[in-house]
């Protein structure tokens, strides 16, 4: 069993940056590859990126290729996601999720992760 907390969501203007982290507790947190995901109201949860357990691959959704940056922190049980440049569409509920060890290019649906965290909001103004 994996528990996941999101935080670093918030409002920020077209243009600038936030940072979201995912802290997890449970056991094995390096076993496994994890996945951020959002959901604007009205739309499907969508994939957004996904991190291989060592860290060493990523993946993104070409609407987010070159402003983000996913990383992790094992020692801490933690993940990252670095969006710069952002856009009002980019305004969103975000969630993290670990998954199997698969090939990073391969984990981009929310059916492939076992578990999720609650959420955390970014609004991003024109």
């Known amino acids: 069993q994996v528990q996941l907390v999101e935080t670093g969501g918030g409002l920020v203007q077209a243009g600038g940056s936030l940072t979201l982290s995912c802290a997890a507790s449970?056991?094995?947190?390096?076993?496994?590859?994890m996945g951020w995901f959002r959901q604007a109201p009205g739309k499907e949860r969508e994939f957004v990126a996904t991190i291989s357990r060592t860290g060493t691959n990523t993946y993104f959704t070409s609407n987010v290729r070159g402003r983000f940056t996913f990383s992790r922190d094992n020692a801490k049980n933690t993940v990252y996601l670095q969006m710069n440049s952002l856009k009002p569409e980019d305004t969103a509920v975000y969630y993290c999720?670990?998954?199997?060890?698969?090939?990073?290019?391969?984990?981009?649906?929310?059916?492939?992760?076992?578990?999720w965290g609650q959420g955390t909001q970014v609004t991003v103004s024109s």
């Open positions: 999720a670990a998954g199997p060890a698969l090939p990073s290019h391969t984990l981009y649906h929310r059916d492939q992760y076992h578990y």
């Open positions: 449970g056991r094995s947190f390096s076993t496994y590859a």
